[in-house]
């Protein structure tokens, strides 16, 4: 496969499937390739999540205002809360062309990305888990879910590994049972597709 000049890295996959961490490691190993977009939200913060960093958090009427003017690429409700990926957000990532942005995203985001790539040129990569039982681990290890909210997540989980290993949706799907593994997995894929990460 070509190397090609790739503006965004969609990455995708159920909560608790590591994605974030393996984000930090990518941007930790190549702070100058890659910027992150920070989505808007309607939640409130969690401990240690700083506005502008983790999130824009914003209410619900400064969401749907957004939303009413076409300023998000994709955008999804999940328990209860808005959620959002701005242009503006990723248009200050990309004007930068040595740096690629990373996108965060469920299925459902994904799927209003693939009607927008020729803005966003984007290489797709889902992150799997290795089986529900350990992703019921990770997320009651969190110490962040009501049993509520985590039959909410399995079930959400379970619709976007359906999706996500589809074929032909995504360029790629790594299995993350070990982080380091999974993680050089990542790399290598990345690597061997954009041309312009390591000059």
């Known amino acids: 496969m070509p190397k090609t000049m790739h503006k965004t890295l969609v990455l995708c996959g159920p909560s608790g499937s590591g994605k974030s961490t393996l984000i930090k490691k990518l941007t930790a190993e190549f702070p100058t390739a890659f910027g992150f977009s920070v989505s808007h939200t309607t939640r409130s913060p969690r401990p240690g999540e700083v506005h502008g960093s983790a999130y824009h958090f914003v209410t619900r009427k400064v969401m749907k205002d957004m939303l009413s003017k076409g300023e998000f690429i994709e955008n999804a409700e999940f328990s209860g809360n808005m959620?959002?990926?701005?242009?503006?957000?990723?248009?200050?990532?990309?004007?930068?062309?040595?740096?690629?942005?990373?996108?965060?995203?469920?299925?459902?985001?994904?799927?209003?990305?693939?009607v927008k790539e020729e803005f966003l040129q984007p290489l797709y990569v889902f992150i799997n888990i290795p089986s529900m039982e350990v992703l019921e681990e990770r997320l009651k290890s969190r110490n962040t879910e009501t049993e509520e909210s985590l039959?909410?997540?399995?079930?959400?989980?379970?619709?976007?590994?359906?999706?996500?290993?589809?074929?032909?949706?995504?360029?790629?799907?790594?299995?993350?049972?070990?982080?380091?593994?999974?993680y050089n997995e990542l790399k290598s894929f990345i690597l061997s597709r954009i041309s312009h990460i390591i000059s």
């Open 83 to 114: 959620y959002g990926t701005s242009f503006a957000a990723v248009e200050s990532v990309v004007s930068d062309d040595s740096k690629i942005c990373i996108l965060d995203i469920d299925a459902q985001g994904v799927r209003q990305v693939k």
């Open 151 to 182: 039959a909410r997540r399995m079930s959400a989980a379970k619709a976007e590994i359906e999706y996500g290993t589809t074929t032909g949706v995504f360029d790629t799907v790594i299995v993350n049972d070990d982080l380091d593994r999974s």
